[in-house]
């Protein structure tokens, strides 16, 4: 949500910019040339302020988007997710996380199969934290 000083400051500059359009608008012939001038200076002025809080606002509200995207990849991700007790699965994904990473760092790292051996018939080995895991 944007804050209400930015939304206020952008309604006084658009107010401003009104009133002196209106008062180039209605200046009689009698108006010096120069008064114009700097009415019309003010004028171009506070429109830029305007162009720049609103430009600021886009950017607020494109990274306000983007993380709540981010929250809710998360969030979804969080959901197809269950602990057989050693590993994370995600649904529909034949690849087990490493419990270690994701339970230390939020993070969702593939375990690489390995060979069958002696402790058992499938291995798996986290290439970041160098955990092994037996099935």
């Not at 606002?57 to 998360?74: P, Y």
């Amino acid at each position: 949500m944007t804050d209400l000083g930015t939304i206020s400051t952008i309604i006084s500059n658009v107010k401003t910019a009104t009133d002196i359009a209106k008062l180039v608008k209605d200046s009689s012939s009698s108006l010096k040339e120069a008064e114009v001038k700097l009415k019309m200076a003010d004028l171009i002025s506070a429109l830029a302020d305007i162009k720049i809080e609103l430009s600021d606002m886009q950017v607020l509200q494109r990274d306000k988007d983007q993380k709540i995207f981010e929250l809710e990849e998360q969030l979804s991700k969080k959901e197809k997710t269950t602990y057989d007790g050693k590993m994370y699965w995600i649904e529909d994904d034949k690849t087990p996380f490493c419990a270690v990473c994701y339970e230390n760092d939020t993070k969702f790292i593939h375990l690489t199969h390995v060979r069958a051996s002696e402790w058992g018939s499938e291995n798996w080995y986290c290439k970041i934290c160098k955990n092994k895991y037996y099935v």
